[in-house]
DNA sequence: CTCAATTCACTACACATGTAGTGTTCTGCT
DNA sequence: AGCAGAACACTACATGTGTAGTGAATTGAG
């Protein structure tokens, strides 16, 4: 099973999804109306195209009305997301790309202590 | 000018580019064809579009054959693509993109004596 | 029971992308 | 001069994406 490809609008689905699910169309509608202002079939058609990509499974609610919720997680698409962007901007090579984004970012204290233990862990022994 | 959008066979094209120029369309050609598999057209294509997009200058060469060169640094797309898959993929959270790359990687001691310099520059104040 | 609101299935349509093919022009070689 | 091969312009066409609209089915409220 390879994650599936989710684009940018998507991903916006995804991510309300994976924070809290299942959820119906028109839930998801009026929570991201605010940010996005989609109407409500523009919602049902990703949904719809993120269910055929399997990245959903449906469900109902007590109603009857369908709801949705993450096929696969987050982790696997972060992952897999990742991968490709590594390989397309950085050529495959991570340290680029951990220099490009240390850079430029400011971290508090705890975030660089953790960061350093991580990275004192990823030694090629 | 904002950085160019630039696709996936585009990228491979623009780091052929970034790597030396100016080239020529069939330059381009016979160098990727061991890894593309591209006809001549669709290379012509794509270096059309990326004209199109601002991404690439036209020159000639002394036959009069025309020669494609960036018009965009590497660094201005890297942290453009950068920015924007930060923005998809991780909210725009910084630290957990370093997590997630920082884990899941082997680096050599001198690239963790590195990256660790960097973070110190990154400590907010 | 009836009508309006909700849900859903289908359809639409423009622009991006991957991947060429066709036809025309130019130019160096015989 | 005439032709083969390179270079270029234009066209093509399927699939993905963003962003809906239309019309049918269902259901709750009066």
Chains 1, 2 share one sequence.
């Not at 049902?44 to 696969?72: C, D, F, I, M």
Request: aromatic fraction near 6%; charge should be neutral; include cysteine.
């Amino acid at each position: 099973m390879p994650a599936p490809d989710i684009s940018e609008s998507e991903w916006i689905l995804m991510e309300a999804l994976w924070d809290s699910a299942p959820k119906t169309a028109s839930e998801l509608t009026r929570q991201l109306a605010p940010s996005t202002h989609w109407a409500e079939n523009t919602v049902r058609t990703l949904l719809g195209r993120l269910v055929e990509k399997g990245a959903l499974a449906v469900g109902e609610n007590q109603s009857g009305t369908r709801t949705y919720q993450p096929a696969v997680s987050r982790e696997t698409c972060v992952k897999s997301e990742g991968d490709s962007f590594l390989q397309r901007v950085f050529r495959g090579a991570a340290k680029p790309l951990l220099m490009h984004f240390a850079q430029g970012t400011k971290l508090s204290p705890e975030d660089v202590r953790e960061l350093k233990k991580l990275l004192d862990q990823s030694l090629k022994s």
